[in-house]
């Protein structure tokens, strides 16, 4: 088992207890709705399991080079020309993320001193603005190594 494997592995650990947690979490707020006592703060705490889940599925999908593309050209054509094609999609890829990295560090550092947090559990933005500045970083590290390698599908 090589080392992407164990993180993948411990990443759908990790995405599959937030998804479970905002299911939980959920279905618990829906009980309580009927039943006449309303858990407060469950839209929040949804909000936080889901964005950590996104954040993994990203990465998880960027490891396995398996983001949305069409097929039509890809498939048509040379393998030579199919693997500078990847290292462009790769590239491309690349850029993108260090755009929304570079403008997610912008706005951590510019919101890092007004202490921000949930209306309701008083959760603080803050890890969770962290946590998006890595899974963009992780992104980045990954897209740049397949244009620089040439990873394949």
Same mark, same amino acid.
């Given at each position: 088992?090589?080392?992407?494997? =164990?993180?993948? =592995?411990?990443?759908?650990? /990790?995405?599959?207890?937030a998804l479970l947690i905002a299911t939980a979490t959920d279905t618990l707020?829906?009980?309580?709705?009927?039943?006449?006592?309303?858990?407060?703060?469950? /839209?929040? *705490? %949804?909000?936080?399991?889901v964005l950590i889940a996104a954040s993994v599925s990203? *990465? *998880?999908?960027?490891?396995?080079?398996?983001?949305?593309?069409?097929?039509?050209?890809?498939?048509?054509?040379?393998?030579? %020309?199919?693997?500078?094609?990847?290292?462009?999609?790769?590239?491309?890829?690349?850029?993108?993320?260090?755009?929304?990295?570079?403008?997610?560090?912008? /706005?951590?550092?510019?919101?890092?001193?007004?202490?921000? !947090?949930?209306?309701?559990?008083?959760?603080?933005?803050?890890?969770?603005?962290? !946590? %998006?500045?890595?899974?963009?970083?992780?992104?980045?590290? %990954?897209?740049?190594?397949?244009? /620089?390698?040439?990873?394949?599908?």
């Open positions: 088992m090589t080392a992407t494997d =164990r993180l993948q =592995r411990v990443l759908v650990l /990790i995405g599959g207890a707020a829906m009980l309580g709705r009927h039943a006449r006592i309303p858990l407060l703060g469950s /839209i929040e *705490i %949804v909000q936080c399991a990203l *990465i *998880i999908a960027t490891l396995q080079n398996s983001h949305a593309r069409v097929h039509l050209l890809m498939d048509r054509m040379s393998p030579a %020309v199919a693997q500078r094609a990847e290292r462009l999609h790769s590239l491309a890829g690349a850029v993108f993320v260090l755009a929304l990295l570079a403008g997610s560090v912008w /706005i951590t550092l510019d919101l890092w001193q007004g202490h921000e !947090e949930s209306e309701l559990l008083r959760l603080p933005y803050r890890p969770l603005r962290i !946590e %998006v500045v890595l899974m963009l970083a992780g992104m980045l590290a %990954v897209f740049l190594r397949n244009a /620089i390698t040439g990873v394949r599908r």
